[in-house]
């Protein structure tokens, strides 16, 4: 279990369960929380009052885009208005004083080396966050069976080498001082 005290001494804990999940818990009562796009609906509209519609992928960046010199968006502000938001998915919780988390974000900085954040479900003492793992084995992070196909061996070629990526192991976090493992 590792301890975090954000800037107004909230006491936040994470605790890595048995399936590589971990337990976000601590006070909520004052957050934020971010929810992801969704581009069905405006999509849709979209290609139905064009005549060669860009692929969602580029409609998804070209929609945001905003020309600050004439002050408007590239394919208008109606469309950035009908973007929607997928109210029952959470990418995004930041209790009032942090710590900020959100989904892709990787989780070293509080004491889980290679687990990045790939899902948030509430809990009713704050979150679970869901980590990305390996298709194969289901491991979290870096981890593998021994047996799993992926895992793979560092091989340093000299000392000189090893040392960088010793050093860039030990870089501390920008959340290291508020840390107590």
Same mark, same amino acid.
């Given at each position: 279990?590792?301890?975090?005290?954000?800037?107004?001494?909230?006491?936040?804990?994470?605790? /890595?369960?048995?399936?590589?999940?971990?337990?976000w818990e601590g006070n909520f009562e004052y957050c934020?929380?971010?929810?992801?796009?969704?581009?069905?609906?405006?999509?849709?509209?979209?290609? !139905?009052?064009?005549?060669?519609?860009?692929?969602?992928?580029?409609?998804?960046?070209?929609?945001?885009?905003?020309? !600050?010199?004439?002050?408007?968006? /590239?394919?208008?502000?109606?469309?950035? !208005?009908?973007?929607?938001?997928?109210?029952?998915?959470?990418?995004?919780?930041?209790? +009032?004083?942090?710590?900020?988390?959100?989904?892709?974000? !990787?989780? +070293?900085?509080?004491?889980?080396?290679?687990?990045?954040?790939?899902?948030?479900?509430?809990?009713?003492?704050?979150? /679970?966050?869901?980590?990305?793992?390996? +298709?194969?084995?289901?491991?979290?992070?870096?981890?593998?069976?021994?047996?799993?196909?992926? /895992?793979?061996?560092?091989?340093?070629?000299?000392?000189?080498?090893?040392?960088?990526?010793?050093?860039?192991?030990?870089?501390?976090?920008?959340?290291?001082?508020?840390?107590?493992?």
């Amino acid at each position: 279990m590792t301890t975090y005290r954000n800037r107004y001494n909230d006491i936040f804990t994470f605790t /890595k369960d048995n399936n590589g999940d971990i337990l976000w818990e601590g006070n909520f009562e004052y957050c934020r929380f971010g929810m992801p796009n969704d581009y069905t609906r405006v999509y849709e509209i979209y290609c !139905s009052e064009v005549q060669t519609p860009m692929s969602l992928e580029a409609f998804k960046e070209a929609v945001h885009e905003y020309d !600050s010199d004439i002050k408007e968006y /590239k394919l208008g502000y109606r469309y950035v !208005s009908m973007v929607d938001s997928l109210t029952d998915e959470i990418d995004m919780v930041d209790p +009032s004083g942090g710590p900020y988390i959100t989904r892709g974000m !990787s989780l +070293s900085g509080f004491g889980f080396k290679d687990y990045i954040v790939k899902d948030f479900k509430k809990i009713d003492t704050g979150f /679970k966050i869901i980590t990305e793992k390996c +298709s194969i084995c289901n491991k979290p992070g870096t981890i593998h069976k021994m047996s799993c196909p992926t /895992k793979k061996a560092t091989v340093f070629i000299d000392d000189e080498v090893k040392a960088y990526y010793d050093q860039m192991d030990k870089e501390v976090h920008q959340n290291r001082g508020n840390l107590n493992m």
